[in-house]
């Protein structure tokens, strides 16, 4: 009995490891089986499966408002005049038009969805909503803009798309600053607090559709079909046409315009009750007759350079002359203006500005005179969207113009001290 026992122990142990030794060898077959036909699933599932679309189509198409920025500003300033005018207004300026008071210049609110035409989006919009005493500026008045009150508050509104021809024909519809003349809206953006005699004079906005397209990197074709110089709503139907150049490079931007427009209204409306008369959305207008027919011709033309990091140069030049009637004699304003601005610290500025204009006919001014003015601006940017802009500014004319403290005392100059304060938080980058 002892001898069988360890006999069949035997036996079964070798049983019991040929056994396993198949068993293993078995998982081992099937593991590499498994393997085999998983790599073929991934193949075949490869080879069916859509590819994902790009990020730009995800975003243009998944979340249309990706992308969009909201942004505002708040413009204030105190200016003192010392003529210590009456009404204590500053004649010629197109936004610190009071003294001796604390003043609202602009709230503004810009939302934007830019085209990006390199990932895939070609259509783009904005909206400039302002309020405060610039809207009374910019809006115009019934001069140019026969209901002002209407788009008071809507500085531009615009829609765009990139026509895929060539490098891309840029094209917008709607209502949107003039870029005729260097300087523009926004303070944050500008060398000085307020605005030179040219800002002030040449349009500030149209209405209607511009396209700009680039044959070059270095340069861009601008086209505009528009209602007028400061027409939201057309008021007689020549339609104005503007064609110019910029041509940039790292240091130099060049830009030139020609603009050709009709700015006499061929209608005027009344506050007659005369049910026979014509309405437009209940307000009855007259036709005037004969309707003028003189044209509008500007030639404007500036050039900035970065000269170095720390210091920039501009020069701004313009030609425009007017007729009522195309035989009409004719109004002419011609000058000009240079600026520089020097970056002392990081945070801290020196800008100036000198111009001339002649305005015969009183075109700008109401009289013939040749006005000049220069002005010193020093900018302290106390934190990113924060900047304090302290201004002195002088005024001066070949005639008695500039209003002083005594009613019908007239004087040759105008000094005027201010002090600007600018906010300013949002996602959009660089220039408004």
Do not use: C
Request: hydrophobic share 40%.
């Amino acid at each position: 009995m002892k001898r069988i026992l360890p006999a069949f122990l035997y036996f079964a142990g070798s049983l019991f490891a040929q056994n396993s030794a198949d068993v293993k060898s078995e998982i081992a077959e099937l593991r590499m089986l498994v393997q085999k036909l998983q790599t073929r699933l991934d193949q075949l599932e490869a080879r069916t499966q859509p590819a994902p679309p790009p990020p730009a189509a995800i975003s243009s198409t998944a979340d249309p408002l990706a992308g969009t920025t909201v942004n505002v500003l708040l413009d204030g300033y105190y200016s003192y005049n010392f003529n210590a005018p009456i009404g204590r207004a500053n004649l010629l300026r197109a936004y610190d038009v009071s003294s001796n008071a604390f003043s609202l210049n602009q709230a503004a609110v810009v939302i934007e969805n830019a085209a990006d035409p390199a990932h895939g989006k070609r259509w783009g919009a904005r909206l400039d909503l302002q309020f405060g005493q610039a809207t009374a500026t910019l809006q115009g008045n019934p001069a140019n803009e026969p209901r002002p009150s209407i788009y008071r508050n809507v500085f531009q509104a615009y829609g765009t798309y990139v026509v895929p021809a060539g490098s891309g024909l840029t094209v917008d519809f709607g209502k949107w600053a003039s870029s005729l003349g260097y300087e523009n809206n926004y303070t944050k953006d500008q060398i000085n607090y307020s605005r030179s005699y040219w800002f002030n004079f040449l349009p500030f906005y149209h209405m209607g559709a511009r396209a700009a397209y680039k044959p070059k990197d270095w340069l861009t074709v601008n086209y505009w079909l528009v209602n007028g110089a400061q027409q939201t709503e057309a008021f007689k139907p020549y339609k104005d046409q503007l064609v110019g150049i910029t041509a940039q490079n790292k240091a130099l931007s060049w830009t030139l315009n020609y603009y050709r427009g009709q700015e006499h209204a061929d209608f005027q409306y009344v506050t007659s009750s005369n049910a026979s008369l014509p309405a437009q959305q209940g307000m009855p207008f007259v036709p005037i007759r004969p309707a003028p027919d003189g044209r509008l011709h500007i030639v404007d033309s500036y050039l900035g350079w970065q000269a170095t990091p720390k210091l920039l140069l501009a020069f701004e030049g313009d030609y425009v002359i007017q007729r009522l009637f195309k035989n009409s004699t004719p109004e002419r304003v011609t000058g000009g203006a240079a600026y520089a601005r020097w970056q002392v610290l990081p945070r801290l500025a020196i800008g100036g500005r000198a111009e001339y204009m002649s305005d015969r006919g009183g075109m700008f001014s109401g009289v013939t005179q040749a006005l000049k003015e220069t002005t010193l601006t020093l900018e302290h940017k106390l934190a990113d969207g924060f900047t304090v802009k302290e201004e002195w500014r002088r005024d001066f004319s070949n005639r008695a113009y500039f209003l002083t403290d005594r009613l019908g005392i007239l004087s040759r100059q105008q000094n005027t001290a201010t002090v600007g304060l600018v906010w300013w938080f949002g996602a959009k980058q660089g220039a408004w």
